[in-house]
């Protein structure tokens, strides 16, 4: 591990990691949306379990901090999560949220890109990114920065979906047109939409050697649960940084109103079921 370490230490030092992705989603409402649905039960629960009072956890990649609430509260008594996100204006939601749920002492909050941390090495017991690899320009950098601030034994965590692996009923072209799209605008973009399967073969790439993989599946199965996912998706599709990023070459207004209604259709079906097949690694630092 000490190659990937100064590797990751030296590529700060020069200034050359740096994030070149655009984030695809954005941050409207309908993406904040699913985001805030997010806790550490249903979206981190393969690292609940390494957990313990005392530790010192970063977040990256926080977004309004629901998961990040739920991670201090699992290090307290003692322990301290500091949360960090490329964007200003969602971190003011996470702060919010902490202060709401009285945690506003063991959580701190500051910007960051997760290529070029601001943390002196060996700083936390435990690093956590929940759906941030996808979006990055270059995971496996991400990774090595990420191993360089966790301290030797401690976890460097990682969850992310996997676009191609989802999976629908009842068979809807509209959303075959959607998937296909989603993909090629996150890659314009930089980033790699179906991430999960490259999770373990980016983090022995960035250097690690003890590397647990495992997935998950968020399952979306009654009807309330169908047009929740359907309408935000819909609305995401016209309303969110996503449609303007999508627009900017790729589709037009029109085919996006349509795969709008077939997401609401879609929904509406009393037979819907869709499930998010997410990887995750815990790595042994």
Known sequence: MTDARGTAAAEAAEGTAKET?????GHHESVLRSHRWRTAENSAAYLIGELRPGMRVLDVGCGPGTITADLAELVAPGGHVTAVDA????????????????????????????????????????????????????PVRALREMRRVCRPGGIVAARDADYAAMTWYPATPGLDGWLDLYRR???????????GRHLRAWARQAGFTDVASSASAWCFATPEETAWWSTLWA??????????NATGGHTTDAELAAVAEAWHAWGADPDAWFSVLNAEILCRA
Not at 186 to 192: D, L, T, V
Request: net charge negative; glycine share 6%; aromatic share 6%.
């Open 21 to 25: 992705a655009v984030y695809t989603h």
């Open 87 to 138: 964007a200003e204006d969602v971190l003011e939601q996470a702060r919010a949220h902490a202060a709401a749920r009285g945690l506003g002492d063991v959580v701190s909050f500051a910007t960051a890109d997760v290529h070029a941390l601001d943390f002196p090495d060996d700083s936390f017991d435990v690093v956590h990114a929940h759906q941030v690899l996808q979006h990055v320009g270059d």
């Open 185 to 195: 605008v996150a890659r314009a973009n930089g980033g790699e939409p179906d991430a």
């Open 235 to 244: 609305d995401r599709t016209q309303a969110s940084a996503y449609a303007a």
